[in-house]
């Protein structure tokens, strides 16, 4: 992709975004079945209420796993494309997950992290984002060199329009805002698990 269109804002600058409209953003340009994993936290939410399309997989207990476990469907997969949703507190629980997906650089993974500054769902304590953590100059110095702030809702659209159509892997960070999400998982981890297995195509 042009070298202006991955250029980072710092998170600084980065716009507070909202973290529904980005999830419903991504989700609409879905068009050939491609994965999508969404952390704990409110990002499984706002993917679920996104719509609930066979190929999502919403994680509802464990902090962190986004991240690999998309990374394992795009090892399984690699004619699909994948992202992982993660909030900022989750991703820094899994941080070695960066390192290991920047070792196997898989092209079609594409993690899209929602930072808030909170834990959110808990009681919106501060994470480390609050204070002096950079995400993407630590998923750069993961190794993940296509990586970058979102600078508003138009660089957030561009960044994923890259990660559907060029090599990744790809780190896409936006500041989000304290919003609520927009609707509430279904709570029954068998029957997301065994729809998510039928969108793949694996199911037995
Ligand atoms: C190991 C572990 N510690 C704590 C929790 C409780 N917990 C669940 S979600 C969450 C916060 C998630 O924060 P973040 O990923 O930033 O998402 P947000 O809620 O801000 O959308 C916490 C602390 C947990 N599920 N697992």
Request: proline fraction near 4%; hydrophobic fraction near 45%.
């Amino acid at each position: 992709m042009p070298a202006n269109e991955m250029k980072s804002a710092s998170r600084d600058s980065a716009k507070l975004m909202n973290r529904s409209d980005l999830c419903r953003r991504l989700v609409e340009k879905l068009v050939h079945e491609e994965a999508v994993v969404g952390g704990i936290g409110h990002t499984h939410f706002d993917l679920w209420a996104s719509g609930q399309r066979p190929q999502n997989f919403y994680m509802l207990g464990s902090m962190g796993l986004a991240v690999p476990i998309a990374f394992g469907v795009a090892l399984a997969q690699p004619q699909r494309r994948v992202f992982a949703l993660e909030g900022d507190g989750s991703l820094l629980m899994q941080l070695g997950a960066l390192g290991t997906v920047a070792m196997h650089a898989p092209k079609n993974l594409a993690i899209v992290v929602f930072d808030n500054g909170v834990y959110q769902i808990t009681g919106s304590q501060p994470t480390l984002t609050s204070y002096r953590t950079d995400l993407v100059a630590m998923a750069k110095g993961a190794g993940l060199a296509q990586s970058a702030w979102a600078a508003d809702e138009a660089h957030y659209d561009r960044l994923v329009d890259a990660a559907l159509k060029a090599e990744g892997p790809w780190f896409i960070a936006a500041r989000t805002d304290a919003q609520p999400p927009a609707g509430v998982t279904e709570r029954d981890a068998a029957k997301i698990r065994g729809r998510f297995m039928q969108g793949l195509g694996v199911s037995r």
